[in-house]
């Protein structure tokens, strides 16, 4: 059931993430899936789950705008952390600001950090003996510790927004090995700690990252206890209720309002950032009056636009980025003739076409299959009735416009 009223309230095309105090009133069609992440949250860890741009970050805004009395939730931003290190000295930063720890554990973390910055463990500086300094594990440990006891009797909650960048970053900057140990401490404080819970999320597939960990020889299952949760996109009441709010807030001039925002939600696949960014590019044209066919093909014009703002090139430039050497071919070759068919294909002739290019003229049925299988984990396609497909339409109508329809 949509979670909305039934006249649209004026709201402003947002950019960027919202705070928790506007998250009631911002956050549109999450109400249901909040409750729902509470529910799951209360029995256990979880992996949040959704493609890019589907508003991971802004609903976990809302849930702790809506938080239940047992949980004392912490939101914690990853993605600019490159080390075990850093990732604990910024954890206590942010828990610190929110007031979650003591203000002495807060000293110790500091004196610590002096120390370690200066790289003399165990050396001496003059006639000072400069004790060995613990390890980030321990400090880790006793922060979630601290963490834990600030929240009794309730539970505490610690949010982890892009922790896969965390990951991916720590195995480029330092070592895989280091990646791995963060893992590994964090599911033991998971599996040690009965009133800590972990909510991670990210716009990287942790699947990827684990992926390159186990090309290092590692055979670990380090989120088996964290159950899955999927976010979907909204649902198609929500995203005409989203589109029409936008429209009535920025003030676009429509023939219909209501039509006009049921293109738009049709358009956008559900994706509360293409609905936004469609809305936005509607304010910015000279157009007297919005038609809803004018609105539904409003797609098209980004997907060609000078400086991508709709930032649909992503799609395409993170196979480069995050996959294999070896499978990226495979997958743009699947990309390429799955986008050419929106009802999609079945695996034999999806097979068949790929064979067809050059690049991947030799690729045989078990590997291509596993190149399907991580194109679905990382939310491109699905698989349903024995058709492989895009799971979003508009993903498939842009990339059939950059690459499907030429002759590669």
Known sequence: MADQPKAFKGLLVRTGATDVSEARNVVIGRTVQVKKLWKEVYAGSIILLSERRMGKTWMLKLAIALKPKWAVPLFFDAEGVHSAPEFVWQL????????LIPNTWWDDIQDWFRRFSQRVQGAKIGSIEIPELDTWGSLLEDTCCHFAAKAEPRKAVLMMDEIPFLLDNIIKKRSPDEAVEVLDKLRFLR???PSLRMIFCGSL???IVLQKLRETGYTGQPMNDMAPSEMPPLSPGDAHYLSGCLLLGEGVPCSDRKEVARAIAQASSGVPFYVQRIVNWMCDQQVKEWSPKQAGAVPMELF???????QFSYYDSRLDQYYPADIVEKARAALDMLSRRAAGMQFDELLNLVRHRPKTL???????LQVLRL???DYYLIHKNGQWRFKLEILRKWWFETRGRLAL
Do not use: I
């Open 205 to 207: 597939g942790l699947h």
């Open 92 to 99: 206590n930063k942010k828990l610190h600001d929110s007031r």
């Open 191 to 193: 599996q040690t700690m």
């Open 362 to 368: 030799m690729v045989d049925s078990d590997s291509f």
């Open 375 to 377: 194109l679905r984990d």
């Open 304 to 310: 060609n636009a000078d400086g991508d703002p709709a």
